[in-house]
T-cell receptor, first 111, second 116 residues
Framework: DSGVTQTPKHLITATGQRVTLRCSPR?????VYWYQQSLDQGLQFLIQ???????AKGNILERFSAQQFPDLHSELNLSSLELGDSALYFC??????????FGEGSRLTVL | AQSVSQHNHHVILSEAASLELGCNYSYGGTVNLFWYVQYPGQHLQLLLK??????LVKGIKGFEAEFIKSKFSFNLRKPSVQWSDTAEYFCAVKVYSGGGADGLTFGKGTHLIIQP
């Protein structure tokens, strides 16, 4: 158990819909990272937050957005979903400049 | 931007064979290096990491890796693999840039299958 909690574990939805994935970091970790894992693209960095502020953006689509709340949990919002958005979405957390600890992921299936 | 290359996408070995998985990165500055493992249906777990000091790093489950700065490499090794080592292995690099951004860049992974 890494201490990083992600919900939901599985999600099935239709094209055009919007979903929200939630992540609770390890106690004390201020940084939260979101990654997308798919068979063809591998692990892609989406976005990083540190203590509520966005710190880095990777290959995140404009249809996707994220935020980190004062209690440090984070949400990743995916809208206007397409078939190609089906993937495993991982959240990770770390202390400042430390190693990343990953959650178990949220598996999104878009039909 | 930095990138990470893992040379082998699929590796099949027999139990007790020795393992070496290649990893090269492209970045000329200071980096931290990691190997993560993902067992089937599970999340990524840290195998080992290099931040500074001794370039030969020992991790969990008998794994080790050697950082060779001149070759921009961080290869993963294990002298004798077990069936339970069947998993996906990811090499990752962390580059410290301005503003505190420090996400990991991952390689595409190596799928390791150990045959009994």
């Amino acid at each position: 158990d890494s201490g990083v909690t992600q919900t939901p574990k599985h999600l099935i939805t239709a094209t055009g819909q919007r979903v929200t994935l939630r992540c609770s970091p390890r106690s004390g970790d201020l940084s939260v990272y979101w990654y997308q894992q798919s068979l063809d693209q591998g692990l892609q960095f989406l976005i990083q937050y540190y203590n509520g502020e966005e710190r880095a953006k990777g290959n995140i689509l404009e249809r996707f957005s994220a935020q980190q709340f004062p209690d440090l949990h984070s949400e990743l919002n995916l809208s206007s979903l397409e078939l190609g958005d089906s993937a495993l979405y991982f959240c990770a957390s770390s202390l400042f400049r430390g190693e990343l600890f990953f959650g178990e992921g949220s598996r999104l299936t878009v039909l | 931007a930095q990138s990470v290359s893992q040379h082998n996408h699929h590796v099949i070995l027999s139990e007790a064979a020795s393992l070496e998985l290649g990893c090269n990165y492209s970045y000329g500055g200071t980096v931290n290096l990691f190997w993560y493992v993902q067992y089937p249906g599970q999340h990524l777990q840290l195998l080992l990491k290099y931040f500074s000091g001794d370039p030969l790093v020992k991790g969990i489950k008998g794994f080790e890796a050697e950082f060779i700065k001149s070759k921009f490499s961080f290869n993963l090794r294990k002298p004798s693999v077990q069936w339970s080592d069947t998993a996906e292995y990811f090499c990752a690099v962390k580059v410290y840039s301005g503003g505190g951004a420090d996400g990991l860049t991952f390689g595409k992974g190596t799928h390791l299958i150990i045959q009994p």
